[in-house]
């Protein structure tokens, strides 16, 4: 008999044993009195099927309007299809910070534009990061071709803190060329308890990165919860330097998806300015940490990607449903009607987890849009749920709940066109799960 | 020594029959979770049995049996078990369990962690119901006293007290507090976790505590996770069902 039949055997016989007890009128076993609480975190399950509004939409040739005609990405023109979105664009180049080109005004120039947000050192123009406005559209865009304007200096920039974002007041817009689409997945890396950043699992987050900068994926999403600390406290920033660390393995580009516990540390908490927990101190630590850096000012955002042969077009789409506002909700629904081959929506809660201020709302923006997979963390295992599409890799280090080992997940396109999705065992590398999914998010059986 | 887990009700084992059940010693060092910090060390025990050692501190503040953590000396100097691990491998366990352990001149303190992704508690009066998810907990003093109880995520404690050639004796803490991360007995949702603080008073176990007092220590976390099979992990606990857990007072 092993040990589990062993303790299910004597916990059965324990049962019997006290049951014969009582009839005998001998109580052996007591119910302590108990201070029970429930922090009233429990979800809610949501079933909902989806309805694609155009599933033409999904043909990655024929609808695809980036396949016919290419975003030029090196020449600075926005596209119009792509403008009024929160990306940012790795490869820009910096023209100069001086003068006039066309209707583009540099730096040092009193302009129009009003892209700055709130931690970001403002230009004269209303840009920021050295990004020109154009005083046509008064919005801030890459600094132009230095041949066009007559001279200005120029050099390739290609780290992501070095573009201009712009949270949903207009910026320039392309898509990053990629010679394919792979991008790694981990999640959820908190230590048990609060404050507990003696508990931090560094080691699981450490190899976790380590695997992952091996495979060399072209970006990553993370999908929250990088600590447990008390909201107002000071273990948040020792916290996430622990898993920034760990992420130091990896050179390319993390999309920080913001998780319940960068709110307050519950899941129906709803920071940022004019909500109801406001900004404490972990949601300004992780905006600061993980989401500036990056180039961004909300921690919803996004990121839109050509193929070099513009075969296809991929965007990333991040919620953050513990920051949820009607802001956010305009610029989902706009981001999410942008065509593309494939679309990669990242939150932290998955679409069961209604007690997140954002899951439902988003959740029906979403539904209303092609997506191709919803990638979520929050659950401490790892889980496909193909009714929603949904990728739940939350076994970054939190404790594990599920059936799953410690892990991340590798999603690599082929060449037919669909996506491999394979998860992995951070001990052996062992892979645990795999599955194909069409652009459209159905199972390739 | 004792088998562990064991019936409340049933009778300890005798050392002879214990050690017939496993003749040679265990090939398998223990482990602690190399992934969570943990204070104590392996050695080789009487009669050749492995035994994990913990040094346990005296509490710094008072601690407040409310399933809260936040008490500083739980996050700063506690006793740490490390991740539980199974008996047989002696690798960490899923789902992630732990514990960690203070005293001070009234009480032995425990704190209990279990990740959770479907929380059940359906035990009434009588004990637990299978499928149910709890904590096994034993401990054993050099006076012949044992304690055994069963610590439910509903806050639902079983325990008993055994002292040499007494009758058994109900049991329960001395203050006690669950707080659960989930919806209790709710399979369409994911939990997230539960936490046990309790207290075990000294008088309880015959011990004027001091610097070195030692107490034999096991624990044994049970899970029924969602679509699969129950699954166990354990701190101070060999496959043979010895407790191997020794704490030793700072």
Redesign the interface.
Known sequence: M???N???H??????V???M??EAGK?????????????G?????VTSDFVLTDPAALDPVSADPFTSDPIPTDSGIIDPILTDLNVFDPGATDTGSSGTCGSLVAPDISACCKSCGSGWSCQANGCYNGWWCNLDTCKCQKPPDPAACGGHDSGPSADPGASNPDSGSGGPVQGTKLSNLKFAVVGDTRP????????Y????ITKIWKEIAAVHPQFVISTGDYCFANKDGNQAAPQMDMYLQAESAFSGTVFHVMGNHECTGFTDSNCGPGNKDGMPVNYKTYLAKMVTPMGFSNPWFSQFYVATDGSWTAKVVVIAANAWNEAQASWLDAELSVPTTYTIVARHE?W??STAPGVEPSNQIIARHPYTLLVVG????YRHNPSQRELIVGNG??????????GYVIVERQEDGTLQVAEFDYDTNAVQDRFVVRPDGSLVQ | MIGWPMPLTFRILPLAIVLGACRSPPRLAVQVDKNLPANGETVIGAGGLLEFRLAVPHASAAITCDGETNEEDWITIAARTGAFVDAVSQRPSIPHSEARFLWDDKAFYLLLYAADIDIRACGGASGPEPGDDVFFFSVVTDGGVELNAVFSASGAVWGVVRRDGQPEQKWKPSALGVESDGTLNDPEDDDEEWVVEAAIPWDILDIRPGRDTVLRIALKRCDTPKFATTRCGSWGEDFAGRVTGVVELQ
Do not use: W
């Not at chain 1, 048990?192 to 508990?199: A, K």
């Not at chain 1, 929050?378 to 295992?381: E, I, S, V």
């Not at chain 1, 280090?397 to 410690?406: E, M, S, V």
């Open positions: 092993n040990i589990q062993k303790i299910m004597s916990l059965i016989m324990m049962m044993a006290c049951s007890s009582g109580e052996v076993l007591v119910v302590a009195d108990s201070g029970i609480q429930d922090k975190f429990g979800a809610e399950r048990p308890n609060i404050d507990d950043t003696y508990g699992p560094t080691a699981v998955p069961s987890v929050h659950t401490h295992t280090g939190a404790p594990l709940t599920g059936d799953f080992n410690y």
